[in-house]
């Protein structure tokens, strides 16, 4: 919860107001507001209470709070669909010991394909591009100033290994049915995110049905990692 007090326990003035803010953690933060946003908001002691700002407050707090633990900064937005993050970090690595990369998309290619031997990191540096969602939902991002994104309709992501025994799907069938909605729904608006594309099947026929599906995709001017 949350603990808002007035500094001035008299009813709202014209002048500047302030509030006292107690977070869940208990560490108090003073806010002041100006005299033009106590006006324009109509902010005062009593309808503090009123309103849900005790909690739109936490959450900027904490918001706050998860970016100085990670790390983390502000990314710039674009329009053009163009991705690039500077030093990206796994934000559920330890940011000690996690090596960040550079990622690029979207400006003179559409289409990214990270290789490497097993437990190389392809899937951490895939789910960097998650960075996406972060920066779309309103939270800094684990990488250095000035990283790039841009603002997708929708983000699709076909990552792990999603076999059912309900459903009777091996990890080929399971793979095979994501990426066919991926493929029915995603448009050039969009961001495919694929991990270990076609596996799960004789490596020739998974590689080629990989290279189609691609090809498909690069056509579609769609951004795909």
Do not use: W
Request: aromatic share 6%; proline share 4%.
């Amino acid at each position: 919860s949350v603990r808002i007090t007035s500094k001035k326990d008299g009813s709202a003035e014209k002048s500047a107001g302030s509030l006292l803010v107690t977070t869940t953690s208990g560490c108090p933060h003073f806010v002041r507001f100006s005299a033009s946003t106590c006006e324009r908001f109509r902010i005062t002691p009593k309808c503090i209470f009123r309103t849900k700002m005790p909690m739109k407050l936490d959450f900027i707090f904490a918001k706050a709070g998860l970016a100085i633990d990670m790390n983390a900064s502000r990314p710039l937005f674009n329009n053009e669909h163009y991705i690039q993050i500077r030093k990206g970090r796994h934000p559920l690595l330890d940011k000690k010991k996690v090596v960040p990369i550079d990622i690029t998309l979207g400006k003179d290619f559409d289409l990214l394909i990270v290789t490497g031997p097993n437990t190389g990191g392809k899937t951490v540096s895939l789910k960097t591009g998650l960075f996406t969602l972060m920066g779309q939902s309103g939270l800094h991002i684990p990488a250095l100033d000035r990283s790039e994104l841009s603002v997708f309709t929708e983000v699709y992501a076909d990552i792990g290994d999603e076999q059912s025994i309900e459903q009777n799907l091996s990890t080929f069938s399971a793979h095979m049915t994501n990426t066919i909605s991926i493929l029915e729904h995603a448009d050039e608006n969009s961001l495919c995110l694929f991990d270990e594309l076609g596996a799960g099947t004789d490596p020739t026929e998974g590689a080629a049905l990989a290279i189609a599906i691609l090809k498909h995709l690069h056509h579609r001017s769609i951004r795909t990692m």
